[in-house]
């Protein structure tokens, strides 16, 4: 059997969108699947569109992730160098080699030549293909600082697309590809596939977009006697309206704001890897092991996928819920460091765990924590206005709700053991000495110690709260109505 190399070539151009990153998780899950190897390699040859630092970010990203590469900057292995800016005399030797054999040749013609081409053939309305306007006599030498480009063959081709299925492609799509700039780089179409042969890898997944450029890449192969990997072609990730290709316009962010957002690595890596792809189950929550077990080439769909953020923070939610259940409360407090309201730094861990575990299921990012527990750590700014206007207490008295909250206080304060079941069992008394609904009752006491659009369950919140605190946020409360 042959040993499953993939690797994820991403060029650091700017922020990490998550189409790039499940670029990288379906590589990653066949590598590791088939006991395989994951490479990392950077294809940062357009050094117009080079952004400084974004090499950092994609390699902080897939550690985060847990996408950790068996080859590749940091990491080294036998293949290298792995960037590719750093491979060019490999470009240069490779392109040689089809200039030797007659299959490349030097291209001196200037751009305003080539815009003259490419305006003729809008006039004559065909496609322009540079082959149509190649020079009756070639230069079939390197020369630094021309362009080089490949001689192309055209003909009917046909592959398999693992995903995609039977495809074929006639002449008119193939032409004369420029191999090298006249910068010396190359460009992405010789470069990779230069690259992919001399790491051994075997598949081949990128987006469907370059599925057009095939025919062109399948010359290249044949002209250097190449076996084609397993090529896979990934359909778009679709905005929400499922019309056209997800764009930051769309509302998407980078990977690196959801994880600023306090989207776990967990959720993210869940969401994305289903994001086109089903294993025939019902199943939604995955864990990266089970990824790895589940994933199949031929359960990728061939459509694109919608991109649905309420699906990504349901699933996040699930995954917090997940961790504190499975792992426990220091487990997911771990996580949360950074997300808290900045006065809860003064407070104990001892005391932020217990919030924690009383707020944690409502949580539908780590972010929501700093609107979600500041009463906690501070009291909120009395609004009479929000209890005038609850829509369980509007129908209420001032006189009514004042002697409403007296009682509360009265009974609260008899309490001796200030515990959850303890005042559950005040609570309820309560309800039966007033004869009201817990609706109208534990809303009053709830907004009065939190002034929160909503509160874990009443009992939790007073007893994380404290006897002194609760008391005290409900006396200023009834002085104030």
Not at 218 to 242: C, K, M, N, Q, R
Not at 426 to 448: D, V, W, Y
Request: charged letters at 30%.
């Amino acid at each position: 059997m042959m040993k499953v190399v993939t690797r994820f070539a991403p060029s650091p151009t700017g922020y990490i969108h998550i189409g790039n990153v499940r670029s990288a998780i379906y590589p990653y899950l066949i590598a590791k699947q088939n006991s395989g190897k994951f490479i990392l390699r950077i294809e940062d040859t357009d050094r117009e569109r080079y952004v400084e630092g974004a090499t950092d970010l994609i390699e902080d990203t897939l550690k985060w992730l847990g996408l950790e590469w068996d080859e590749g900057p940091i990491v080294g292995g036998e293949n290298g160098p792995y960037f590719q800016s750093e491979r060019l005399s490999i470009y240069h030797e490779w392109v040689k080699k089809l200039i030797e054999s007659g299959r490349a040749y030097a291209d001196p013609t200037p751009p305003e030549k080539l815009d003259e081409y490419r305006k003729q053939c809008v006039t004559e309305k065909r496609a322009f293909l540079y082959r149509d306007f190649r020079p009756e006599k070639l230069d079939f030498e390197f020369r630094e600082g021309v362009p080089i480009r490949f001689l192309s063959d055209p003909k009917p081709r046909e592959w398999n697309d693992a995903v995609m299925g039977k495809m074929s492609a006639g002449p008119e799509v193939q032409d004369d590809i420029v191999l090298i700039k006249k910068d010396g780089y190359p460009t992405y179409n010789f470069a990779h596939i230069v690259d992919d042969a001399l790491m051994g890898v075997t598949h081949v997944m990128r987006g469907v977009e370059y599925l057009s450029s095939t025919p062109n890449y399948l010359a290249l192969y044949e002209a250097f006697g190449l076996d084609v990997p397993v090529l896979v072609s990934l359909p778009h990730i679709l905005a929400p309206t499922g019309n056209k290709k997800l764009g930051k316009r769309d509302g998407a962010k980078s990977v690196t704001e959801y994880r600023e957002d306090g989207v776990l690595a967990e959720a993210m890596l869940n969401y994305l890897a289903c994001l086109g792809w089903n294993d025939g189950t019902e199943q939604e929550i995955y864990t990266k092991d089970e990824l790895i077990s589940r994933f199949s080439l031929d359960k990728i769909q061939s459509s694109g996928a919608r991109y649905d953020e309420v699906k990504l923070l349901w699933m996040n939610g699930q995954w917090i819920r997940r961790i504190f259940n499975t792992q426990g409360d220091k487990a997911l407090y771990d996580r949360t460091i950074g997300f808290w309201p900045e006065v809860a730094e003064s407070y104990p861990e001892e005391y932020c765990l217990k919030v924690l575990s009383i707020i944690y299921d409502r949580l539908k990012t780590l972010s929501d924590l700093r609107e979600m527990t500041e009463y906690f750590f501070k009291d909120p700014e009395i609004d009479v206005d929000m209890i005038k206007n609850n829509k369980f207490l509007k129908k209420l008295s001032e006189a009514e709700i004042e002697d409403l909250y007296k009682k509360a206080i009265e009974k609260l304060s008899s309490i001796d053991n200030w515990d959850a079941d303890s005042l559950q069992v005040a609570l309820n008394e309560l309800l039966e000495e007033t004869g009201k609904k817990p609706a109208e009752l534990f809303s009053m006491i709830r907004i009065a110690i939190s002034f929160a659009p909503f509160s874990p369950a009443l009992n939790l919140t007073l007893e994380t709260l404290g006897k002194d605190i609760a008391l005290a946020r409900l006396n200023a409360v009834a002085r104030a109505i």
